[in-house]
């Protein structure tokens, strides 16, 4: 469904798309699932808790991704 959902993504060349994945305690589904269709961006639970993460960062670097491939001519992700 995810892939489904990249390819619209591409296709429509003006939409985010946002999934939320959930697993067990650990990321392994989201990191199977980023590793096949290849997102913008993914962001992994163990990561984000390694880092210490505020939603607030996580927010900023969802933002800055956007920002630097919409400089790049991509609307899409």
């Given at each position: ?36 269709t ?40």
């Amino acid at each position: 469904m995810v892939g489904n959902l990249t390819q619209d993504a591409a296709s429509a060349v003006k939409y985010w798309h946002f999934v939320k994945l959930m697993g067990r305690t650990a990321s392994k589904i989201t990191l199977e699932v980023a590793l096949q269709t290849k997102p913008a961006i993914a962001f992994i639970s163990e990561e984000i808790a390694e880092k210490n993460m505020s939603l607030e960062d996580i927010v900023d670097h969802a933002v800055h991704v956007i920002i630097q491939r919409r400089l790049s001519g991509i609307n899409h992700g």
